[in-house]
Structures are given as C-alpha cells and as structure tokens.
C-alpha cells in the first residue's frame, strides 16, 4: 500500500455542466437532467442536476415532480448519453495519457494510480492539477480529484473538496483526517448499519476505531472486521484496469410479436447504427457480426459471419445482419425479439491494408460526419434510410 498513489477523480455535475457548456443560455441557471417533470406530475427522478439548482435542494435521486415543486423556473431537459459518453470518453483518454493504470467507476468518475509516474509528471498533485487544466482547457468542465495511498480515502478527499477541487492525503496524516469525519463516509456504511452504530454512540469514525475487532465482529460479523480496518485507514484494494470489451450489441423487444418484414429491416437498421455508433465511440472494430432472433415461444436463434475485413460502418452491419436474417426468417413467422452484435476486436487505428480503396475513405467521411451530427444535435437527429 505504501507505494500506491491512487487518485479518485469525479466530474462536477457531469451532465447538467455538458448541457450548459453545449447551450450559452443555461450557463448560471438552474438545470435538472432527468425525467419530464409534466408540470409537477411525472413519475421518473433527477439524473444530476447543476450547483444553481442544488441551491433549491435539488439532487440526484429525487422525484422529479419534488425538483419541479422546488424549483419550477429550472431547465429540465432529457438525458443526452450518447454526448454524455462521447464526453466520458473524452475525460478517461486524458486519463491515459497519465496513466495506464485507470480503474472506470461510473460514466463520469474513476480511480487511477499514479505510483511510477513521477520522473514523467513530476510529483502526483502537479499531475492532477495537470489533468484537471486539460480537462478545463480541451472540454471546458471541471473535476475535483482527491489522492491518497489508500482507495477509500481518495475518494473521500474527492468528494470533500467539489466542486473544483483537488486535496491530497499524506500517508502520515491519514488517520488526522478520517477519525473527525461523520461515520457514513466509510463504504459499507448505509442507513442500517449507521443506525446501528448510533446505538452505540458511534458518530465518528475516531468512535469506531477506539472499538476492538472482537466487539464489532460480535455485532457485525465480517462486516465488522470490514468496518474496523477501514476505520484504521486500512484498505488493500489497489486500482483495477477495465476489462477489455469482447463485443458490442444492441436488442430490440417488439411490444407486440411481429411478422412485418419492412417494419423488422427498419429494426435491424436501426440496432446496425446503434452497434457502428458504440464501435466508432469505442474507437472499435470487428470482424464477426451476429445476429439474434426470438420468436413467439421464446425460441431463440443465432446466426453469424466473420469478415474478410475489420468494420465498424453501418452499412456493412446491416447489409450482414440482414442476409442472415434473410437466411433464417419464414413467412409469417412472429418475431419478438431482435439483436445485433459486433465482436472479434481491434483498435479502429490499426490498418489492415496499405491501400485503402476510395470507397472505404469516402465510407469514413460520411460516417464521421453523422457522428459530428449526433456528437451535437443528440442520438435521434439523422438516421440513415434503409
């Protein structure tokens, strides 16, 4: 643990800062992504929501109709995450330039460690400061990044200083600065067990770690063993790097089982997108298309191809989609379920061939210039005819 420099970084108000860098007029203004509130009466909750409407007591989780009775002058907008991870992309590439060693936590949040790198980046806070001016400078958002040599405290440092921030934790002064925080900062410390540890007279995590691993394994089994070593800022989980993605794919389920021909091409096209769109995100391409049918009954069937080429074009995806699909559809056979999967990897930046034809270059640029499109008018903004 003694060599980990593990940093925990977390974009601020991730969604509702894209929406106001993408749009002048909400810059300052409260916005909530989530949910239609219907004037008071919908049903779904808040995504994020900006610090102008965390003023209002806004915040994630909440129902969306509690959001619009606090604060009904608010921007509220629909989600946009093929943007928001277009951007997260953008976000975790930096990342890599620092490091290699970058563990993904959610679409706007992760750990990296920074131990190794310094004859690179110099000392880790002056590579964190780093990191968040590129982000600042290249994506105009910020982060608040926290660094310590043990996981669970990086993150606690993380969410400490937000929004804007970065604060380091010294080994030495570890446990200076976990025993004064309020109990619930530990993972694996929720309503439940914080409650249960009230009865105690357990308010702070100082309170916790003046307790005996016996007396809190009488109350809390192994949690309690848990509980006790993070308390004494004891916590061996280093950073893991994300598994290698094995495939991309998209599935449809009808409302209503269907033997509609061109209604399930036009699916096909569609999920064919939606898998080229996440390859081309991905910066993915593959050479083994497969296609999944269910039918009325739930029997399923699959049926592939492999390429003589590597592929992300839409064209190329639904071209083979359908073939297959040709191959095993019979008249009057109900469908209840289609898919589109995309696998057998390489990077997109890897050239197969020195000559490549004009058509694949002409192929690339349309391409390109619809992800441009969606990037900024959202998923839903230009599709392809079949």
Same mark, same amino acid.
Request: net charge positive; aromatic share 8%.
């Given at each position: 643990?003694?060599?980990?420099?593990?940093?925990?970084?977390?974009?601020?108000?991730?969604?509702?800062?894209?929406?106001?860098?993408?749009?002048?007029?909400?810059?300052?203004?409260?916005?909530?992504?989530?949910?239609?509130?219907?004037?008071?009466?919908?049903?779904?909750?808040?995504?994020?929501?900006?610090?102008?409407?965390?003023?209002?007591?806004?915040?994630?989780?909440?129902?969306?109709?509690?959001?619009?009775?606090?604060?009904?002058?608010?921007?509220?907008?629909?989600?946009?995450?093929?943007?928001?991870?277009?951007?997260?992309?953008?976000?975790?590439?930096?990342?890599?330039?620092?490091?290699?060693?970058?563990?993904?936590?959610?679409?706007?949040?992760?750990?990296?460690?920074?131990?190794? =790198?310094?004859?690179?980046?110099?000392?880790?806070?002056?590579?964190?400061?780093?990191?968040?001016?590129?982000?600042?400078?290249?994506?105009?958002?910020?982060?608040?990044?926290?660094?310590?040599?043990?996981?669970?405290?990086?993150?606690?440092?993380?969410?400490?200083?937000?929004?804007?921030?970065?604060?380091?934790?010294?080994?030495?002064?570890?446990?200076?600065?976990?025993?004064?925080?309020?109990?619930?900062?530990?993972?694996?410390?929720?309503?439940?067990?914080?409650?249960?540890?009230?009865?105690?007279?357990?308010?702070?995590?100082?309170?916790?770690?003046?307790?005996?691993?016996?007396?809190?394994?009488?109350?809390?089994?192994?949690?309690?063993?848990?509980?006790?070593?993070?308390?004494?800022?004891?916590?061996?989980?280093?950073?893991?790097?994300?598994?290698?993605?094995?495939?991309?794919?998209?599935?449809?389920? @009808?409302?209503?089982?269907?033997?509609?021909?061109?209604?399930?091409?036009?699916?096909?096209?569609?999920?064919?997108?939606?898998?080229?769109?996440?390859?081309?995100?991905?910066?993915?391409?593959?050479?083994?298309?497969?296609?999944?049918?269910?039918?009325?009954? @739930?029997?399923?069937?699959?049926?592939?191809?492999?390429?003589?080429?590597? =592929?992300?074009?839409?064209?190329?995806?639904?071209?083979?989609?359908? =073939?297959?699909?040709?191959?095993?559809?019979?008249?009057?056979?109900?469908?209840?379920?289609?898919?589109?999967?995309?696998?057998?990897?390489?990077?997109?930046?890897?050239?197969?061939?020195?000559?490549?034809?004009?058509?694949?270059?002409?192929?690339?640029?349309?391409?390109?210039?619809?992800?441009?499109?969606?990037?900024?008018?959202?998923?839903?903004?230009?599709?392809?005819?079949?």
């Amino acid at each position: 643990m003694s060599e980990r420099i593990i940093a925990h970084i977390d974009m601020d108000a991730f969604f509702a800062s894209i929406e106001q860098r993408d749009d002048p007029k909400l810059r300052g203004q409260p916005v909530v992504v989530g949910a239609d509130p219907q004037k008071g009466h919908g049903r779904g909750v808040v995504s994020t929501c900006s610090y102008e409407a965390r003023k209002f007591g806004i915040h994630s989780a909440m129902p969306i109709s509690q959001a619009y009775a606090r604060c009904p002058h608010a921007y509220f907008l629909p989600p946009r995450m093929a943007q928001y991870s277009h951007v997260s992309r953008q976000v975790f590439s930096i990342l890599h330039d620092f490091t290699p060693d970058v563990e993904p936590i959610s679409i706007d949040e992760a750990f990296f460690d920074l131990a190794g =790198t310094e004859k690179l980046h110099g000392p880790a806070v002056k590579a964190a400061a780093r990191i968040k001016e590129r982000i600042r400078e290249e994506l105009y958002l910020t982060a608040s990044i926290g660094i310590a040599p043990v996981k669970m405290i990086a993150k606690i440092a993380s969410d400490i200083c937000k929004p804007d921030g970065l604060l380091e934790i010294k080994k030495d002064s570890l446990l200076e600065f976990l025993w004064p925080l309020d109990v619930g900062k530990l993972w694996g410390v929720g309503p439940k067990t914080k409650e249960a540890l009230a009865r105690m007279n357990i308010f702070k995590v100082g309170d916790l770690a003046r307790l005996s691993e016996d007396s809190l394994y009488q109350v809390f089994g192994d949690n309690g063993l848990h509980l006790y070593a993070l308390a004494h800022g004891i916590d061996p989980r280093g950073v893991e790097q994300a598994q290698e993605v094995k495939s991309v794919s998209h599935e449809h389920t @009808f409302e209503k089982d269907s033997d509609d021909k061109k209604m399930l091409y036009q699916t096909l096209l569609i999920l064919s997108e939606k898998v080229s769109r996440r390859l081309r995100l991905d910066g993915l391409q593959g050479r083994t298309i497969t296609l999944k049918v269910r039918l009325k009954g @739930f029997k399923t069937y699959t049926r592939a191809v492999t390429l003589p080429q590597m =592929t992300n074009f839409v064209d190329d995806i639904f071209l083979h989609a359908r =073939t297959l699909f040709d191959g095993l559809y019979v008249a009057g056979t109900q469908v209840r379920l289609l898919g589109v999967r995309v696998s057998g990897f390489q990077s997109a930046y890897v050239q197969e061939s020195l000559f490549e034809d004009a058509q694949h270059d002409k192929k690339e640029r349309v391409h390109q210039a619809v992800d441009l499109i969606k990037n900024k008018f959202g998923e839903r903004s230009i599709h392809r005819a079949r």
